[in-house]
């Protein structure tokens, strides 16, 4: 298993020890750097300018929001990216949720599945430099008085590697059947049958790209070392709470459903009303060791190693450690020490 570092988005301005965190990760054998993005911080300003400090890490962006961009402009950002790293870059992408696509964006978020196929059609086409032309539901090219463009950069990579972000099982099966990875968010190394289940759908559809055996998984995995259990999963719960709780409306939270299918329906139902009720100290509180431990590899040392063996029997082809300077070192202790 490759172990990769997550830095996600930012809060209210960048976190301290960034610039550190990134060369530690790279001095221990770490194979990859990921940013984010939500309604702050973009994805890939952070991930150019930490990554002009490294030598060989993969850079990749972990997501990038579809509705943020134009396919077109970002197949540029991603040749120009790999371009300047040489050829490390990592596409990731992903539609993100009602919540951010409508009130962020200000576009909307219907059929995504349907979107994104378009979406990653269209980039696929521009990263190789051909003509871009195509006619969806969601996105025609060109329109108007334009006329069909190629790029005028030749990419490094034509077939530069998409992963594609996705919880639920169609989505999942939908990032087999076009994608070159998963990005998963809240994945479960004890309860996986049903992600093994899509995969294998979208392995099997006519035109799929990959198989199960040149398929990436890259799994953002939050990481706590400490002594005391329950002081560790406490620096987990805020963000549990903020996805399970207020990641979307009620009828329509994604983050919610993942928790839901680990079999977590009712303390996901208590969370959320608190959460939407602006109670979300007491939605923090009420995120169970359990459901944390399901997720995140929180403990001491000695927890996380034994801990490790059902990450490393997982799809998980690289666990990306969010944590501090112990957990990445403590990370690549365990998972490099076979």
């Known amino acids: 298993m490759k172990l990769g570092l997550g830095l996600g988005y930012w809060g209210a301005a960048q976190p301290p020890g960034q610039a550190h965190l990134v060369e530690l990760a790279e001095d221990r054998g770490y194979d990859s750097l990921w940013t984010g993005e939500a309604w702050g911080s973009d994805a890939l300003t952070p991930l150019a300018w930490l990554g002009s400090r490294t030598r060989r890490l993969r850079l990749g962006t972990a997501i990038l929001q579809m509705a943020a961009r134009t396919p077109t402009a970002t197949a540029m950002a991603a040749m120009t990216l790999d371009h300047l ?15 951010v696509v409508e009130g962020w964006y200000g576009r909307p978020y219907q059929r995504p599945l349907e979107r994104t196929r378009e979406y990653v059609a269209i980039v696929r086409q521009a990263l190789r430099r051909e003509v871009v032309r195509f006619t969806g539901r969601h996105y025609e090219l060109p329109t108007g008085a334009g006329k069909s463009l190629r790029s005028t950069i030749h990419p490094r990579r034509p077939e530069l590697p998409i992963l594609l972000a996705a919880e639920g099982p169609k989505n999942v099966a939908l990032a087999a059947e076009i994608a070159d990875g998963w990005l998963p968010l809240f994945y479960s190394p004890y309860d996986d049958a049903q992600h093994r289940a899509s995969l294998a759908a979208g392995f099997a559809r006519p035109d799929a790209r990959a198989t199960a055996e040149t398929f990436e998984v890259v799994c953002p995995v939050d990481v706590v070392v400490d002594e005391d259990v329950g002081r560790a999963a406490d620096a987990v719960r805020p963000r549990l709470a903020l996805y399970i709780g207020g990641m979307g409306p009620k009828e329509q939270n994604f983050h919610y459903d993942v928790f839901v299918r680990l079999g977590f329906e009712a303390d996901c139902e208590r969370i959320q009303n608190l959460y939407l009720d602006g109670r979300k100290a007491e939605a ?12 995140a590899l929180v403990g001491p040392p000695a927890k996380i190693r034994e801990e ?16 501090d300077e112990t957990a990445v070192t403590v990370a690549a202790d365990v998972f490099n020490e076979r």
């Open 284 to 295: 923090t509180a009420a995120v169970p060791l359990a459901l944390v431990e399901r997720v």
């Open 308 to 323: 490790s063996e059902a990450w490393r029997e997982s799809l998980v082809t690289t666990l990306v450690v969010r944590g």
């Open 85 to 99: 790293s040489d050829g490390r870059f990592v596409l990731g992408l992903g539609a993100s949720g009602p919540a």
